[in-house]
């Protein structure tokens, strides 16, 4: 990843999982900066598969979040979050999550649903 280090990684895992950590399934990079391909321009594609839709608490508390990390790092980290029963749904069909499915990165996911 030529445009996220590890220090920002695990500061945006953190910060995210502040948040929501019980609806989490996993994070995961997609896009330029998975790929390799980001230039100093490009944004941070982060997806967030949930066990069920963020309240409107939560959607304002990571929205904060990712305010301060865009200011702090002078980047636009675009965070989207998906269903992760409507992910599996419809991975096969639509375009978006079956290039997410292949070329993403998972920054997280629990213990017990990570690969050996």
């Known amino acids: 990843m030529k445009g996220l280090d590890e220090k920002i990684t695990?500061?945006?895992v953190a910060g995210i999982l502040n948040v929501i950590e019980e609806k989490v399934i996993r994070i995961v990079l997609y896009g330029s900066v998975?790929?390799?391909t980001d230039t100093k321009e490009s944004d941070v594609d982060v997806a967030l598969l949930l066990t069920k839709s963020m309240d409107?608490?939560?959607?304002e508390r990571l929205?904060?979040?990712i305010v301060d990390m865009n200011l702090k790092y002078d980047k636009v980290f675009s965070v989207i979050d998906?269903?992760?029963n409507?992910?599996?749904e419809w991975k096969a069909i639509i375009p978006f999550y079956?290039?997410?499915?292949?070329e993403g990165i998972i920054l997280w996911e629990p213990e017990a649903a990570a690969k050996p």
């Not at 079956?98 to 292949?102: G, I, L, T, Y």
């Open 34 to 36: 998975a790929r390799g």
């Open 82 to 84: 998906i269903e992760y």
């Open 56 to 59: 409107k608490d939560e959607e």
């Open 10 to 12: 695990g500061e945006l």
């Open 98 to 102: 079956r290039n997410m499915e292949k």
């Open 63 to 65: 929205s904060e979040f």
């Open 86 to 88: 409507i992910f599996c």
